[in-house]
């Protein structure tokens, strides 16, 4: 039977193990597979790197608990995905409509940078999870590897589509895919992503689906 997620999963050894070490020092912290959140039948799904440290390692909820989130679950309510700007925890009264956020890497990677191997591991989580979303939805890459992934996932050639903040991709009888720069620290901090930026590709999500 296949399955979009696997709270149970231990399947790469790296992450297993820097889970249990990650969980010795934090001992409240989640540290596991972090579910995908928001609604089952969402159009609009957002696909991220992996769980942050201190963020959905933490509270077991997608960019839930650091910076990372800030931007993004702001651009939800905004765009009428979400019914509050901000997300603190795996349950607060945050509700998404029409929205769902998933990673492309569900367990917390060792400096926040997954390995060829994991990606391609988790990857059939990706892909089962992508099967049951409805056509003419839009899928939002949040960077380069998610990119890549949503790829993979859907058995496509990579060359066929190059990674780039607000390009748009037509998936062969499924999906449009939207892409952007990750709404990272880093990203924000150097203004690689900007808010203007990012609120533009929430803009173009929702003139997509209309």
Same mark, same amino acid.
């Given at each position: 039977?296949?399955?979009a997620?696997?709270?149970d999963?231990?399947?790469c050894?790296?992450l ?12 409240d ?9 928001g ?5 609009l799904?957002?696909?991220g790197?992996?769980?942050g440290?201190? &963020? ?5 909820r997608p960019?839930t ?7 993004l679950y702001?651009?939800?309510?905004k ?5 509050r700007?901000?997300s603190?925890?795996a349950?607060d009264e945050l509700?998404?409509t029409?929205g ?5 890497v ?9 390995i &060829?191997a994991?990606?391609n591991?988790?990857?059939?989580f990706l ?8 056509p ?7 960077? &380069?590897?998610?990119h ?15 990674f780039?903040h607000?390009?748009e991709?037509?998936?062969p009888?499924?999906?449009?895919l939207?892409d952007s ?5 880093y ?7 900007t808010t203007?930026?990012?609120?533009k ?5 929702r003139?997509?689906l209309?």
């Amino acid at each position: 039977m296949k399955h979009a997620f696997d709270l149970d999963c231990r399947q790469c050894p790296r992450l297993s193990d820097f889970l249990d070490s990650v969980h010795r020092q934090y001992p409240d912290y989640h540290c596991r597979p972090v579910p995908p959140f928001g609604d089952p039948d969402a159009r609009l799904v957002i696909v991220g790197l992996a769980p942050g440290m201190h &963020g959905a390692n933490r509270t077991g909820r997608p960019f839930t608990g650091d910076h990372a989130g800030i931007l993004l679950y702001q651009m939800l309510h905004k765009y009428g995905f979400a019914n509050r700007d901000h997300s603190e925890a795996a349950d607060d009264e945050l509700i998404l409509t029409g929205g769902r956020i998933t990673n492309a890497v569900k367990c917390l990677p060792p400096d926040n940078k997954p390995i &060829g191997a994991e990606i391609n591991t988790c990857n059939q989580f990706l892909s089962n999870e992508l099967e049951k979303v409805r056509p003419e939805s839009v899928i939002l890459a949040l960077g &380069g590897i998610a990119h890549r992934a949503i790829i993979k996932s859907l058995g496509l050639r990579q060359a066929e589509f190059k990674f780039g903040h607000a390009a748009e991709h037509r998936l062969p009888g499924r999906f449009l895919l939207l892409d952007s720069y990750h709404c990272s620290r880093y990203n924000t901090n150097t203004r690689r992503l900007t808010t203007e930026m990012f609120d533009k590709v929430f803009a173009r999500a929702r003139e997509l689906l209309a």
